[in-house]
């Protein structure tokens, strides 16, 4: 975290009449940054992979009545990787952010993730199931590989070519190529370490959550898009088949949404934001 994200982080406490624990300002993450804006109870927003934390800005505006930590991986985004540089990512990053949980004193704080981000809500409700109040997980499935019509299995082969990938400097130049082929031009991805990145879709390509889902007591809210009408029903099933598992996870569908869905429908993202929130 960087020096102006504990002043500002400090500064919300002091309007809000609390001390900063001593832990928290002695605690500096290596594996992201995090932004502290807001008053109310908290909400830790996690991005996806490649992005940045002001995918939620607009979220964050609509929004207002909370404390929201936007949080930004180390290697997206411009971010420098930092700790993320070298050896396990998704795992270890989802241990840091159980431990800023801590170390700030939150009190089961709302987590909504994006994609990746949704992951690593899932990992923390699972790992740690008395910590968070409720989690959002958006567009997500507990199978990542799913998203591409795989399983963490069937994509094995997958995850190994794009950690070979990574591992010399003209398959760097190669995946970074072809993140920036799929990025809108100026996009923040395009500035986003093609190695972090390459990593982190290894390791998310080979991970299965659906075993971990029954541990998760936080209440769970399940929002996905659906940009092809044709093909909501399909979708409706993928993402009830999946979840089926979990003890009580609400599905919400976002039509005319494809996977940046609080990008591509805003004030739909917003409104089921709200209910979420307020539930």
């Given at each position: ?63 207002p009545g909370y404390r929201y930590h936007l949080l930004q991986v180390a290697g997206f985004a411009g971010e420098p990787a930092g700790a993320n540089r070298t050896g396990p990512l998704v795992r270890p990053l989802a241990d840091e952010i159980i431990r ?180």
């Amino acid at each position: 975290m960087k020096r102006r994200d504990f002043i500002l982080l400090g500064t919300v406490f002091a309007l809000t009449g609390l001390a900063v624990p001593a832990a928290a300002q002695r605690f500096r993450p290596t594996r992201f940054s995090a932004q502290v804006r807001g008053r109310g109870p908290d909400v830790i927003l996690i991005p996806g992979l490649t992005s940045g934390r002001d995918v939620w800005a607009g979220t964050v505006a609509a929004v207002p009545g909370y404390r929201y930590h936007l949080l930004q991986v180390a290697g997206f985004a411009g971010e420098p990787a930092g700790a993320n540089r070298t050896g396990p990512l998704v795992r270890p990053l989802a241990d840091e952010i159980i431990r800023y949980i801590e170390m700030h004193g939150l009190r089961r704080p709302a987590i909504v993730g994006h994609s990746m981000g949704g992951a690593l809500a899932m990992m923390i409700a699972a790992r740690r199931p008395e910590l968070p109040g409720r989690i959002m997980v958006v567009d997500m499935l507990p199978q990542p590989a799913g998203l591409l019509g795989g399983t963490a299995t069937g994509w094995g082969p997958l995850a190994r070519s794009l950690g070979s990938m990574m591992e010399t400097p003209g398959g760097r130049q190669l995946f970074a190529n072809l993140m920036g082929a799929f990025s809108p031009p100026g996009a923040p991805n395009r500035r986003s370490d093609p190695d972090v990145v390459g990593r982190a879709m290894s390791e998310l390509t080979s991970t299965d959550l659906t075993p971990q889902l029954p541990r998760i007591r936080a209440p769970m809210t399940v929002v996905y898009g659906s940009a092809d009408p044709r093909g909501r029903a399909a979708v409706d099933r993928e993402f009830a088949t999946a979840y089926a598992p979990a003890r009580s996870a609400r599905l919400v569908r976002i039509d005319g949404a494809g996977h940046m869905v609080m990008l591509d429908q805003p004030a739909r993202f917003q409104r089921a934001l709200r209910t979420f929130l307020s539930g």
